[in-house]
């Protein structure tokens, strides 16, 4: 059974639409119950609710009526209304858990907001808000009563389109954001954050003037409905935008990144995979030290482990795909990533630390099991992770680097860059080598000696 409360109130089994000659009020009732779905909702609230301070005498027979029509029609599709105490909740049934577009919609929102990657964010901000085909239960409740039942979804909803176009920023879709605000602006004009979005991308797609016109406007409406001015972020953007500081002129990226498709990965400097796996960009969003994400999602770890050539192309595009399907299980492999990468970091820059050895050796040692003896383009013969090792085949085949790094007399040459807010490892087999790059932490050394 399926539930669309995001919108017109509809209700489906296996695609057929359920309740259609139902009252307007039996639908609102069921609609209450199933946006505190598993919780009982009082009789008095319900009355209240749906007559809006003024019910009937016969308020309470009525609602008794409505529940025991609406019982009928549902039970056998496998949803039922109980009454607990002196209320009702809808409960699941024998035949399994119902939809519901409002539990959907916040489950995205939440993914969304723990998505590292902008292009991933977008993905799933696009998903949950696709779920709203109009107001909130928009042909069986009035404005009123929108307000009571739905303003913590309206603010999410429009918390979520601000994240979005942020995103939207990130991954430089400035005509995009400027064009899709508009009318939400014309919704919701003193929404700050919407503003500075809009301003923003105005700015960058060569608007200065517009820019600027829409912080004055909002400034005075500002002023005029609230009596008070811009906040600090909007107002320093404005100030930005005035004196065309360049740092506006493109999103900003890591300093010590290279793109990769729709991936940002750090640059290679070290010279072994397994070097590279444990160390990150020192310009993403701040001051960044060793151990800090550069793995902000699945696609960014099967990316880099093709970039590195650890597994192919063709397995990338499979294993995204794949992520996509199963986000539970990719989400699950990320964790296992960074648990891989805290261990391994350790472990080569503090040899005495068994713990993290022992760590790394028993992911070696089922990477290991998973692999197979295959022969290449080349016609050379080589380990490779096996395609049975799914998700984890980025993960097994980064522990089989690492292992050949454990086992290579050349693992004592590994060092650490010596700038304190870097770190990052390289193998220094001359002996000479202090930087991870004479160009960044070398030069910013020599520059401060000066």
Sequence with gaps: MEFQLLGPFAARHEGRQVLVGSRRQERCLLAVLLLHAGRA?????LIDLLWDDEPPVSARATVHTYVGRLRAALRPHGVSVETRHDGYAVEQGPQGPHGLDVQEFVGLVGQAADA???????????????????????????????????????????????RRAEAQLAMGL???VAADLTPLLEEHPTRERLVGARMTALYRTGRQADALQLYDRTRALLADELGIEPGRELRTLHERILSADPRLDRPPVPVYAVRVGDQWLPWSTSGHPALEFCNTYAGWGGERLPGSDWLRGYATLAVWAGHLDLIEDRQVTRLREQALRQPAEAAAVLAEARRLRTDLYS????????????AVAAAVEDAARLSVFTRGEDGLGRWQPSPSAGLRLPVCAVARSAGELLADPRRFTVRGCLSRDCGWLFLDESGRRRWCSLATCGAKRSAGGR
Aim: proline share 6%.
């Design 347 to 358: 472990c080569l820059t503090d040899p005495q630390d068994g713990r993290a050895f022992k």
């Design 116 to 162: 590292g990657d902008p292009a991933e964010r977008i993905r799933l901000y696009d998903q949950a808000l696709g779920l709203w085909r109009g107001p909130l239960l928009a042909d069986v409740a009035d404005d009123r009563l929108r307000s009571r039942l739905g303003g913590t979804l309206g603010e999410l909803r429009l918390s979520a389109l601000e």
């Design 174 to 176: 400035h005509d995009r």
């Design 41 to 45: 909702v009082p009789t008095d609230r």
